[in-house]
């Protein structure tokens, strides 16, 4: 399978060469010639799939083949949970539209940083807007953009903005837009709230799964350690030393054990750094691209704020702390294992967490092996 043989304008063609990549993911091979043909998508896949290509790629050429008028309203919106992934969306555009000719325009807007400066942004018109709901939403409310003449709509991770709470917004939105739409809808998991939303929004929509529900990738090795909870920091900075973790994501329940962690991680001469929701976007953009960099060996991060963090091939994924809910255990450990490389998620898991345990291991219907570090 090429992607030539998927309907995609040579334009297109040369920017995923221009990538570098030579064969579709299963999630293109199905998505994209279904989305080029107008029909509504429901996707069942999370970030490392290849999902976002699978839906920038078709968007870019519908809205190539029709024309625009001069005040160019707003033809595809795709909403996404957070700032990150909005980001990675857009770039993605800007990637796979570079060749064609007129090119479409493209913005992103999100909240925690100054609203004007995007208002300006979309005082052009813009054809293809990626937004955050709720700083769409400021931006409606102030006569920035409108969403009336709207072709085509994508929900990215749409479990994970239900999640977020994001369904009164993502109602409120909907009820702006044309009647007559395209709908494509990303989610990893499928809880009924997901369902409800998706039967009131897609029409004879095509399905794609391109792993079984809720499972996770065969590519990830899982280990559970079971530790006492006073000595968790202790196991993780033997385990990235003795180890010779180079690339470490860790994620923590909370803000403030994610500060502590990346304090006592440098403590012992292991250079971590932070990414949550009280860090300005400009720390986690810096503390992003030092990880990627290779500089920062341990990044600590909340549920929240890596979402959307894509990192090509991240080796290990530790769960300082179990997720509240099983649906964000199969998320976190989704960063790792991608693209065929193999990966590690490591969960640190003390007596109380056991019942979280249980649930997770319903959840992906199997049991994780258990270890144990002597000394913990
Ligand atoms: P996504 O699931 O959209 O977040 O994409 C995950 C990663 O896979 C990104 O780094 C993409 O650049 C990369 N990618 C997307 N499509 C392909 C492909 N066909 N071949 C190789 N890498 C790809």
Do not use: C
């Not at 579709?24 to 994209?32: D, E, F, L, V, W």
């Not at 700032?83 to 909240?111: D, I």
């Not at 996770?216 to 000595?231: E, H, L, P, S």
């Not at 300082?320 to 969960?347: C, F, N, W």
């Amino acid at each position: 399978m090429s992607f030539s043989n998927l309907g995609l304008s040579a334009e297109l063609l040369h920017a995923i060469q221009d990538s570098g990549y030579t064969t579709p993911t299963p999630i293109q091979q199905k998505a994209i010639p279904a989305v080029l043909t107008g029909r509504d998508l429901l996707a069942a896949a999370q970030t490392g799939t290849g999902k976002t290509a699978g839906f920038t790629l078709p968007i870019l050429q519908r809205l190539a083949q029709t024309s625009y008028s001069r005040n160019r309203p707003v033809r595809a919106l795709i909403l996404t949970p957070t700032r990150e992934l909005a980001a990675q969306v857009g770039e993605s555009v800007l990637k796979y539209g570079t060749h064609q000719q007129p090119r479409l325009k493209s913005e992103v807007v999100f909240g925690g940083v100054k609203i004007n400066p995007q208002m300006m942004r979309l005082r052009g018109g813009v054809d293809i807007l990626t937004a955050t709901p709720g700083r769409l939403l400021d931006l409606i409310n102030q006569n920035a953009v409108r969403l009336d003449k709207v072709e085509i709509l994508v929900l990215d991770e749409a479990d994970r903005m239900l999640d977020m709470g994001f369904i009164k917004d993502i109602r409120k939105i909907l009820a702006l837009l044309p009647k007559q739409r395209q709908n494509l809808l990303f989610s990893a998991t499928f809880s009924a709230e997901i369902r409800k939303l998706t039967e009131g929004l897609l029409i004879k929509p095509v399905t794609v799964e391109v792993a079984a529900e809720n499972a996770t990738a065969d590519t990830i090795d899982q280990i559970v350690y079971t530790v006492n909870k006073t000595a968790k920091t202790a196991l993780l900075t033997h385990l990235v030393k003795t180890k010779n973790w180079q690339q470490v994501l860790v994620f923590t329940s909370t803000k403030h054990g994610a500060n502590k962690l990346t304090e006592k991680l440098n403590t012992a001469e292991i250079k971590a750094a932070a990414i949550h929701g009280n860090k300005s976007q400009g720390a986690r953009t810096s503390a992003l691209a030092g990880f990627k960099a290779g500089e920062i060996r341990v990044l600590v991060a909340t549920d929240v704020a890596a979402r959307g963090i894509d990192i090509a091939h991240l080796p290990f994924v530790v769960n300082y702390e179990l997720p509240r809910s099983s649906s964000d255990y199969v998320h976190r450990i989704g960063r790792t294992g991608r693209a065929g490389k193999m990966g590690q998620a490591i969960s640190l898991v003390s007596q109380d967490e056991q019942p979280a345990l249980k649930l997770v291991e319903k959840l992906i219907g199997s049991k994780i092996n258990r270890e144990q570090i002597s000394g913990f």
